[in-house]
């Protein structure tokens, strides 16, 4: 529970009303686990509070020390940098548990959906990523090259194609970080709650990054939120078919009368082993390193 007030009389009626309440129903109020802090003008305001009653006796927090409140540490605002630290590496650790196992690659890539990006898909809208983001999508890709699931010259655009277009159906963080905040601008923009009213006066009174990153790619897709997921996926599959090298068998599949879920059941079904998948994929991009390649491209 968190408890604001415009000042110290405010706070302390606060938590007298949570005392009162406490009480009624029977519930034992924790103080070690309470903490207050004064800011004034953005500085922290250290005061001694005289007498043994129950708000006096809830101990000042320092800036220097935060506290989880929704999954998300904060002290007087929400501490980015750390949060980021340990998002990441609860992420990366994650994933190189899924990439060490026994799994085919398609049950590989569903998992790293299931069970890394939810480490980083609830704070997105809440902590600013920036560029962090695709710095992990690199480090994903350079992990799956490591354990041989993807060939170093092969396409990247290609992983985040689903499987039955003939990509690998990795989730990409950019777009899961698209997705999420256009929905959190949508909803705050949409909800007629009083409380949520107050929310988005504040927002559009102050240009936060998450409202310029929404706005943006609003601009850019031009598309609603349900389907800003398929629009990103779908800008994904033009860059891929749009390469020269890498996008001629898409290419030619499309222009020529075949039969496209025929073609890629095999990278659908996901059976087959994780480096022979990577090469097979690495030969329709023409990114084998042979002797042909070498002297036409390299």
């Keep these: 529970m968190k408890l604001l007030g415009r000042n110290e009389n405010d706070l302390n009626n606060e938590i007298k009303i949570v005392q009162t309440i406490s009480k009624y129903i029977n519930m034992n109020f924790g103080l070690e686990k309470c903490a207050r802090i004064c800011l004034k003008r953005g500085r922290v305001q250290s005061k001694m509070h005289i007498g043994s009653t129950f708000e006096n006796d809830i101990k000042n927090r320092t800036l220097r020390k935060a506290y989880k409140y929704l999954g998300i540490e904060e002290s007087f605002d929400i501490q980015h940098t750390n949060e980021k630290e340990k998002l990441k590496k609860e992420y990366l650790r994650i994933l190189r548990l899924v990439?060490?196992?026994?799994?085919?690659?398609?049950?590989?890539?569903?998992?790293?959906?299931?069970?890394?990006?939810?480490?980083?898909?609830?704070?997105?809208?809440?902590?600013?990523?920036?560029?962090?983001?695709?710095?992990?999508d690199q480090k994903m890709r350079k992990l799956l090259t490591i354990h041989g699931q993807h060939y170093p010259k092969a396409d990247v655009d290609q992983l985040n194609v689903p499987r039955k277009r003939g990509g690998w159906g990795l989730t990409q963080l950019?777009?899961?970080?698209?997705?999420?905040?256009?929905?959190?601008?949508?909803?705050?923009?949409?909800?007629?709650?009083?409380?949520?009213?107050?929310?988005?006066?504040?927002?559009?009174?102050?240009?936060?990054?998450?409202?310029?990153?929404?706005?943006?790619?609003?601009?850019?897709?031009?598309?609603?939120?349900?389907?800003?997921?398929?629009?990103?996926?779908?800008?994904?599959?033009?860059?891929?078919?749009?390469?020269?090298?890498?996008?001629?068998?898409?290419?030619?599949?499309?222009?020529?009368?075949?039969?496209?879920?025929?073609?890629?059941?095999?990278?659908?079904?996901?059976?087959?082993?994780?480096?022979?998948?990577?090469?097979?994929?690495?030969?329709?991009?023409?990114?084998?390193?042979?002797?042909?390649?070498?002297?036409?491209?390299?």
């Excluded at 990439?99 to 600013?128: C, D, F, H, W």
């Excluded at 059976?271 to 023409?286: F, G, H, L, M, N």
């Design 99 to 136: 990439m060490g196992t026994e799994l085919s690659p398609k049950n590989k890539i569903q998992a790293t959906g299931s069970l890394a990006v939810p480490v980083l898909r609830y704070s997105l809208g809440i902590v600013n990523w920036h560029q962090e983001l695709q710095k992990l």
């Design 174 to 298: 950019e777009a899961a970080h698209a997705v999420e905040i256009t929905k959190l601008v949508q909803y705050v923009d949409r909800k007629e709650d009083p409380l949520i009213q107050v929310v988005r006066t504040h927002q559009h009174n102050t240009n936060t990054a998450v409202l310029e990153t929404a706005r943006c790619l609003k601009t850019e897709v031009q598309r609603e939120t349900r389907k800003m997921k398929d629009g990103i996926a779908e800008k994904t599959k033009e860059r891929w078919h749009g390469k020269r090298m890498h996008g001629q068998l898409p290419r030619n599949l499309y222009e020529k009368l075949v039969d496209i879920e025929q073609s890629y059941r095999w990278l659908k079904s996901g059976d087959i082993k994780e480096e022979t998948e990577s090469t097979i994929v690495a030969a329709q991009d023409q990114a084998i390193s042979t002797n042909s390649f070498k002297n036409k491209i390299l």
